[in-house]
């Protein structure tokens, strides 16, 4: 049952966090009538720009702190997605039989188009991405939002309407979602991520497996055959209650899956089945490294397929389609030295694709903010392919313990420093690339900052 704009007028609501999403939250139920507080633990001059945008609103602010008070004279609260929903103060709300809600869930119930949701360890953005190409290229209206991008109240706030929704869907998203409800589920991957937020593996994957908790006869799941753990999240009864096509670059599970319906990567072709015919698209021109970027593929023909993307737009997109920013990204080259930007790897696994892409001769700068993270999955990679370990950044030290014995290793003090090295020990035929495996708050604002940051250093070499 879709929620109406009307049903905001004269709510009392609080929106916790003011970053980039509080602002736009508070903009849209405002206009709608809402009575609107915001509060955010940081001081009036941190949130002066965020402060700026929200200009004469009718709005009251409670900065510097939470208090009790506040939140129990409320008739919702929501929050962003980069407050930690086991605050104290929450489960005191919560007692006092106050509803709390996380800003995606609470736009996504008033959204009636079909959603696609996108979630999983890596490569959410990217299949967005090609989704969006291959629909808007067969004339299919989208919006694109969510984890990476533009917070969801966006599309509510837009004067136009699309007609598929796409969201990138976050582990703390999820962890609020009771109702959402999306008609089509992507799951990339699933691995070790955000233990500085999640106690244990288990508790990141069950915010994860919440994508599952509405599906019905009319969800189709598409899901990464390949990947154990996704897999084993299948088996849920809540996943069984839809269609599910699964996607894989195994070409012996092509009969399997062409009996039931999804795609296989066979070579130079993806063959794909989401009705009765099986057809094929050949990847021979396809611009992408890596082979993680085939599945990324196939998963977003499977998305778009199910809104009616045409098979010329398909293969146009698969043609034509050049990579996001920031992931395995070709800076230049330098004296025979290539160099490439992998900003976007802040977890162990993003490392694996990464190094997966190259021969050997790599020399990896790798590390940024600790955030619990085991390193040893790479150690084997790191041993066949990386001739030189440039550490920097607040995980260094753990990373050094996991890996730095398999590989000749540098602890470096700092990101423009690591770079130079990477440069001086660097030989004609060598890779220098950037996959830190860590996130940038530590020394960055976003991944965005970093790996421009690299790329404005490199193209200073000479």
């Not at 903009?27 to 009036?44: E, I, M, R, Y």
Request: neutral net charge; contains cysteine; aromatic residues 8%.
């Amino acid at each position: 049952m879709y929620k109406e704009f009307s049903e905001l007028k004269d709510k009392r609501i609080l929106v916790v966090g003011l970053g980039k999403t509080g602002a736009a939250l508070a903009h849209f139920l405002t206009k709608h009538g809402a009575q609107v507080t915001v509060t955010d633990h940081k001081s009036k001059p941190e949130l002066s720009t965020q402060l700026e945008q929200l200009g004469d609103l009718p709005i009251k602010f409670e900065l510097g702190g939470h208090s009790p008070k506040t939140f129990i004279a409320q008739d919702l609260v929501i929050l962003s997605p980069g407050v930690p929903s086991n605050l104290k103060i929450f489960d005191y709300a919560r007692s006092q039989g106050i509803k709390i809600t996380g800003e995606f869930e609470f736009s996504a119930g008033f959204i009636k188009e079909p959603i696609i949701g996108l979630t999983g360890t890596n490569g959410k953005t990217t299949v967005a991405k090609i989704t969006e190409a291959i629909l808007k290229e067969s004339g299919i209206k989208t919006w694109v939002g969510g984890a990476n991008e533009k917070p969801l109240v966006d599309y509510l706030r837009a004067d136009e309407r699309a007609q598929v929704v796409i969201a990138e869907v976050s582990s703390f998203m999820l962890e609020h979602c009771d109702t959402f409800n999306p008609m089509n589920i992507v799951f990339t991957n699933l691995a070790e991520n955000h233990l500085d937020r999640y106690r244990s593996m288990e508790e990141y994957v069950n915010a994860k497996r919440r994508i599952f908790k509405n599906t019905n006869q009319a969800t189709t799941s598409i899901l990464n055959a390949d990947d154990n753990a996704v897999v084993e999240l299948a088996r849920d009864p809540a996943v069984q209650r839809g269609r599910i096509f699964y996607f894989s670059r195994k070409p012996a599970l092509e009969p399997q899956i062409m009996n039931i319906g999804g795609a296989v990567n066979i070579g130079d072709e993806i063959r794909v089945r989401t009705g009765p015919e099986i057809e094929s698209f050949t990847i021979k021109n396809m611009k992408m490294r890596g082979k993680h970027s085939i599945e990324n593929v196939m998963a977003a023909i499977l998305a778009s397929r199910e809104h009616g993307a045409t098979r010329e737009a398909v293969q146009k997109v698969i043609d034509t389609f050049t990579g996001l920013p920031h992931r395995i990204e070709y800076v230049r080259k330098v004296g025979g030295v290539l160099f490439y930007n992998d900003s976007k790897a802040t977890n162990v696994h993003a490392v694996l694709r990464a190094l997966d892409t190259f021969d050997e001769n790599v020399i990896l700068i790798a590390g940024g903010k600790d955030t619990n993270l085991n390193y040893e999955p790479l150690r084997t990679a790191v041993k066949r392919k990386v001739k030189t370990l440039i550490l920097v950044g607040e995980a260094k030290e753990r990373i050094n313990r996991d890996l730095g014995d398999f590989s000749e290793t540098f602890l470096i003090g700092t990101f423009e420093e690591a770079v130079l090295i990477a440069y001086q020990k660097s030989r004609i035929g060598d890779t220098v690339l950037l996959s830190p495996g860590c996130s940038s708050f530590d020394m960055f604002d976003s991944f965005e900052e970093r790996g421009d940051y690299f790329k404005e250093i490199v193209r200073k070499f000479h």
